[in-house]
């Protein structure tokens, strides 16, 4: 699938049919979802009505890294292949990442503000999200640095997979460190994991939040592909320019 | 290698600017980080770790933003890459004379700091310790960031937003490791920590920082 759709005009046939498609489903899925997460489903026996922010805090977590993951899935194929695409791709991929990753840590805030009465604690699991974030800005700083596209793209890839080592920090610093942090309750398959009431709000906004991403990062991509193929007609048109005799 | 290691260590030896440079800001930082706590002696004490940890850092960044730059422009890099000489070979040797002629006369201050910050001589120990013991990490993310930014003008925000995201754990661990120095001894788990970091950053690094520079040289 990714070499098919390598090719950019083959791309843009593809995200003409697929991006409409991607903004549906995250409308549907916003609505179902919002009205799932604020009205229908019952509030927390310890958390109160403030488990609402989980609806939008966890996804972005969620998304932040996975974002991550993408945008070294991106990097690699930019590493080996040099490809333009996939340049675009890491790039959105990053844009996208930075933007979740400040709402989780937004969030998280206000969530943390209602539940430990604090704002902020140095924990592991608060310091390695925020220092994701910080990733996210130096990655894209090094994209805007250099005068070079291409040697751009090489040294962005290689921060890229520099920071992977975040992602498991990231994952585990609740079991690492016991902080005022909560442990995984998701992924956590011999616990009790969430009630029904609460799981079906929060698989919607999971999938409203992935569904953001794909609309998102192939709009930005498209964007992309388009103002390289103007930067060409652009200098195509200068080279055409003739110098005439008086 | 040993060859270019000893040619590096030459020109520092004959042109000591940048070793100075960085021991001055070192001395500087912590005047001013002095000046800042008011100079009370307790204050002092207890931040003594902080500072000096962040002096070192922060000289680090200034000296090796442009550990490069000199064998760029010469053209220096062009011929021993024309020579066949790896990328990896002249990341390690840049290391080692950065560790020798930066970190090395800073770890060697920092007992006077510690008279300067009013702390015992058994807490000094640990701070050179923890520095000692991180030092891997620290030089092995400096050069990562400046292969990273070889050949650019006005690096030194971008050399800092680069490598301070890896750093952060590094600072973490060596101080909880300087706090429980005292009691446990120099064999505790912040030190472990901050070995296990300095490991996994050598590992990390050292093929990045190669591969940026193979990248510039292209």
């Known amino acids: 699938m990714f070499s098919y759709l390598a090719n950019p005009q083959r791309f843009l046939k593809f995200a003409r049919i697929a991006s409409p498609v991607f903004l549906a489903l995250f409308l549907i899925t916003l609505t179902l979802g919002l009205w799932q997460a604020l009205i229908a489903s019952p509030a927390d026996v310890k958390h109160k009505e403030a488990v609402r922010i989980m609806y939008v805090h966890v996804p972005a977590a969620y998304m932040a890294m996975l974002c991550y993951l993408a945008l070294t899935i991106a990097s690699f194929i930019s590493y080996v292949w040099r490809h333009n695409l996939a340049d675009y791709g890491a790039r959105a991929f990053a844009r996208i990442g930075l933007v979740f990753t400040g709402l989780c840590l937004i969030t998280g805030s206000i969530w943390g503000r209602t539940a430990w009465l604090t704002w902020w604690q140095w924990d592991g699991r608060m310091t390695s999200v925020l220092v994701l974030f910080f990733i996210y800005i130096a990655y894209l700083l090094i994209w805007s640095m250099s005068e070079d596209k291409k040697k751009a793209a090489r040294y962005a890839a290689l921060f890229a997979f520099v920071g992977l080592i975040n992602i498991p920090i990231i994952k585990y610093s609740v079991d690492w460190w016991h902080s005022l942090h909560q442990g995984a309750t998701f992924s956590d398959f011999d616990g009790e994991g969430l009630s029904t009431g609460h799981l079906i709000p929060f698989l919607l906004m999971c999938a409203n939040y992935t569904f953001l991403f794909f609309w998102l990062s192939i709009e930005q991509v498209k964007t992309d592909i388009k103002s390289a193929q103007k930067n060409r007609s652009f200098k195509k048109d200068q080279s055409n320019i003739k110098i005439e005799a008086y | ?218």
């Open chain 2, 1 to 218: 290698m040993s060859a270019m290691l000893f040619r590096d260590l030459r020109i520092v030896y004959r042109d000591p600017r940048g070793w100075l440079a960085s021991l001055i800001f070192f001395a500087l930082f912590l005047s001013i980080f002095a000046i800042a706590l008011d100079g009370e002696p307790e204050r002092l004490a207890e931040n003594a770790a902080s500072a000096i940890w962040l002096g070192t850092i922060f000289s680090l960044m200034i000296s090796f933003e442009n550990i490069f730059d000199r064998d760029i422009q010469t053209g220096h890099f062009e011929q021993l890459s024309l020579s066949g000489i790896n990328a990896l070979s002249i990341v390690v040797s840049k290391m080692i004379t950065g560790f020798i002629t930066i970190l090395l006369p800073i770890l060697i201050v920092i007992p006077l700091a510690g008279i300067l910050f009013n702390t015992e001589p058994a807490a000094s120990a640990g701070i050179m310790m923890s520095v000692l013991f991180g030092a891997p990490a620290l030089i092995a993310y400096s050069i990562l960031s400046a292969a990273l930014l070889a050949g650019q003008r006005n690096t030194g925000f971008l050399m800092i937003l680069i490598s301070l995201p890896f750093i952060v754990p590094v600072i973490i661990f060596a101080l909880s490791g300087v706090a429980s120095y005292a009691e446990v001894g120099f064999w505790n788990t912040g030190f472990q920590a901050l070995c296990g970091i300095s490991i996994i950053a050598l590992t990390i690094s050292i093929p990045a920082a190669a591969a940026a520079l193979s990248t510039h040289l292209e």
